[in-house]
């Protein structure tokens, strides 16, 4: 079973920086644009950044500035480095795999990211 495997979550306070890595079945990785997305308590799913498998980025305007996705092919393995967390930036993140072409699109269960003093 193909699945996404996320790790690195946890409580930050203002400020801090956490990094989380997604860990995805080499069959897809290579071929998918993968992106996290987050979801606030209250709120609806909203993208944070996605990568192409050329390495193109793309990132909300919230987090411009701050997050940085990256992937390591060798490792099929995408990354999200957050910087100057903010608490608005609590929430699950989400790992997605991605073909637009296909159609076809798979989720990770979630990491907890908290931003708190």
């Known amino acids: 079973q193909v699945q996404l495997v996320e790790s690195g979550g946890g409580l930050v306070q203002p400020g801090g920086s956490l990094r989380l890595s997604c860990a995805a079945a080499?069959?897809?990785?290579?071929?998918?644009?993968m992106g996290w997305y987050r979801q606030a308590p209250g709120k609806e799913r909203e993208l944070a950044a996605t990568?192409?498998?050329?390495?193109?980025?793309n990132y909300a305007d919230s987090v411009k500035g701050r997050f940085t996705i990256s992937r390591d092919n060798a490792k099929n393995t995408v990354y999200l480095q957050m910087n100057s967390l903010k608490p608005e930036d609590t929430a699950v993140y989400y790992c997605?795999?991605?073909?637009?072409?296909?159609?076809?699109?798979?989720w990770g269960q979630g990491t907890q990211v908290t931003v708190s003093s």
């Open positions: 997605n795999a991605r073909n637009y072409g296909t159609g076809f699109n798979l």
């Open positions: 990568i192409t498998p050329g390495g193109g980025t």
């Open positions: 080499r069959s897809i990785f290579s071929i998918r644009t």
